[in-house]
């Protein structure tokens, strides 16, 4: 049994599903559809279709499960409840203040309609939140720390290029290696934000451009820059091209909790990743999910669910009994 | 609603019970059941009934969850498919090489008795397992890299205690720092068992032993030391009983994997501990997975279940609307 697989929004995440697909043998990639001329766009394998969006609902019978690759602040809330009405569908939707909103509009349209949707699918949220659930239900006495990085905020890199004389710029958000290592000791630090990461700005310059007034204006940035430990560094061209153009991320998610009395005993429960591309390893969570949402709707289990929801036989190649004997 | 917990076994891990219990408003224990005698036993808790074994049969109706303590060789194949022919049960079954047989025991009582039993939980098996399933099926294209330590093997510990002249001692497992490393850089090495972890044993010697003799003897002990690097370390009994009573443990489970072609993009993922005491931390893994028992129970879902098969949301004394909004 092949898993079909559809792909909406053909950016560095459409793209990172498609290579991840490649991986998996037991899923085949149908269609890419996008909102661009189709004849514009390239896939890797020339087998693949590729389809105005509009095209999407006449395949409703060729896919089994449709990831959704666009972004959450405009594409995802129109899209998630759309597509979760004539297909399964996974996004990867990250915007935390409205996640209770954008599931109930999903989870109505996909229970309607007989369809499962996995919602917010990716590593934040996502792996760290699963991590994040685990260990506060083990150690319900501790404290919790996230920290992001070493990694390319894009957020903060188009921040940094809407400066007046930035002709590019990247900005990597790096974890304080002090405060990693008081957490670590079991210290359960307080921690402002200043004090969680610091930020790389890597800037090239317009010809002729003040620099110290591009780093001034940089630093004293409110929101952004202002409270943090902040470097810029002023770079070429053919530096930024050949050093930065990569989508490297990581972060942590560590735990330091107590157990007993007399003597309390301290535990650290840490999950951490270090990705040379952000988008390609997001793709492949999402591709996980698509197995899951397949199985779970062939057992009826529909409506919207996260990470929470899922178990994670589900996500697996493997069977029940090769799960048990080989990574139990 | 509070659920009501027993306890089967009364060692380490059934006082962790105990302890982590008290973190869990939602839990309340209502009797351990021993099979020594039940007046011997001095609960933390002095209104928790102290009963042995033999009654529990009695306690069908008074305990919702019931957690077994007991080890792994001789009381849990026992102890699993009869006590899930009347109650909800949690143990933490970790022989590896019977893991399938044990499992369709205990399926086979708690199907036919309308029971929920979570099997092999812990941190190996258990929260180590489900990292090696949720980062193979993230990354398929990879290498699965799992140390232990640092923490006291009570299997070696028994070994060196059983050599000739030696009074008493304990066991450290050390995971080698430069493997670790060589890991964590995407280099995925063929690690033999002697290049991932050395062997630290702290040894008390009868007065008189002859110490090159049992260092010898350790160091040789084929299966269990032959093949690493070990250290053999004479201590006085005093030093023993200030340092070494304790029960740490830890570990890392890392995959390295691969993504993309042209340029292949390397990407880390790794769950560590690290743990002051081993009996507690694994026990309140097993408070939490009775949580995840009751509720699953609740629900009609039956029969025997692993990490693999259990949602994350059931383990979280959260609301799921609390689960989306804060920790997602």
Redesign the interface.
């Given at each position: 049994m092949t898993i079909r697989v559809g792909i909406v929004g053909y950016g560095n995440l459409g793209r990172?599903v498609e290579?991840?697909i490649c991986?998996?043998p037991d899923m085949k990639l149908i269609a890419v559809f996008t909102r661009r001329n189709p004849d514009s766009l390239k896939t890797?394998d020339k087998s693949v279709k590729v389809l105005h969006v509009d095209k999407a609902r006449e395949y409703v019978n060729d896919i089994d499960v449709l990831i959704l690759c666009g972004g959450s602040a405009t594409d995802l809330p129109v899209q998630g409840p759309y597509f979760s009405m004539f297909f399964n569908t996974v996004d990867s939707y990250d915007t935390?203040a409205k996640?209770?909103e954008y599931?109930a509009a999903v989870n109505k349209s996909a229970l309607a309609n007989g369809k499962t949707a996995a919602i917010?699918i990716g590593w934040d949220?996502g792996?760290f939140?699963?991590?994040?659930?685990?260990a506060?239900?083990?150690?319900?006495?501790g404290k919790e720390y996230t920290f992001w990085g070493r990694g390319v905020s894009q957020g903060h890199s188009d921040a940094v290029r809407r400066v007046n004389g930035v002709k590019n710029a990247v900005q990597y958000t790096v974890p304080v290696e002090k405060s990693l290592q008081k957490v670590?000791n079991g210290e359960t630090p307080q921690l402002t934000t200043g004090e969680k990461h610091i930020r790389e700005c890597f800037v090239v310059p317009e010809a002729e451009a003040d620099k110290e007034k591009i780093s001034h204006e940089i630093k004293s940035m409110p929101h952004y820059f202002n409270e943090y430990e902040t470097s810029v560094t002023f770079i070429t061209e053919e530096e930024f091209a050949k050093n930065h153009t990569g989508m490297p991320h990581g972060g942590f998610v560590i735990r330091s909790g107590q157990?007993?009395?007399d003597p309390v005993?301290?535990?650290?429960?840490?999950?951490?990743?270090?990705?040379?591309?952000n988008p390609?390893?997001t793709?492949?969570?999402l591709v996980?999910y698509a197995?899951a949402v397949y199985r779970l709707n062939c057992e009826g289990q529909i409506g919207a669910k996260?990470?929470?929801?899922?178990?994670?036989?589900y996500?697996?190649?493997r069977t029940?009994?090769e799960?048990?004997?080989e990574?139990?």
């Open positions: 990172g290579a991840s991986q998996n890797n935390h996640i209770l599931s917010s949220p792996l939140s699963m991590n994040r659930v685990l506060e239900a083990v150690l319900p006495q670590r157990t007993g009395q005993n301290n535990h650290i429960v840490e999950f951490s990743i270090n990705l040379d591309s390609e390893f793709a492949s969570i996980a197995r996260t990470v929470f929801d899922i178990p994670l036989a996500l697996s190649a029940s009994e799960l048990l004997r990574l139990l």
